[in-house]
């Protein structure tokens, strides 16, 4: 029984040390840094001439300044 006492004081102390590391910023919980992720390049989004769909430039088809979605649209020329 007094070996028992002596097990729960320890698991309190424990804890309350425990508790204060983390309080204190020792012991920092593991989070991630925004700034070790890639950063994320904003794109230009220009309209197809045809129907008007939003897409990024990368993506998009030119042909005269303009640009289209698809090959169909490219070939249908401006609406
Ligand atoms: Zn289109």
């Known amino acids: 029984m007094k070996y028992l006492l ?4 320890l698991i309190v102390a424990y804890n309350i040390w425990r508790k204060n590391r983390i309080d204190s ?4 919980p593991p989070h991630r840094n925004p ?3 890639p950063p994320r390049i904003p794109q230009e989004m ?3 001439a045809r129907c008007g769909l939003m897409m990024p ?8 300044g303009r640009h ?12």
């Open 35 to 37: 700034t070790n992720a």
């Open 57 to 64: 430039k990368t993506e998009a088809l030119e042909q005269g």
């Open 46 to 48: 220009v309209p197809c």
């Open 68 to 79: 289209y979605c698809s090959a169909d649209h490219q070939r249908q020329g401006p609406a």
């Open 6 to 9: 002596v097990l729960i004081v």
């Open 25 to 28: 910023g020792t012991a920092k």
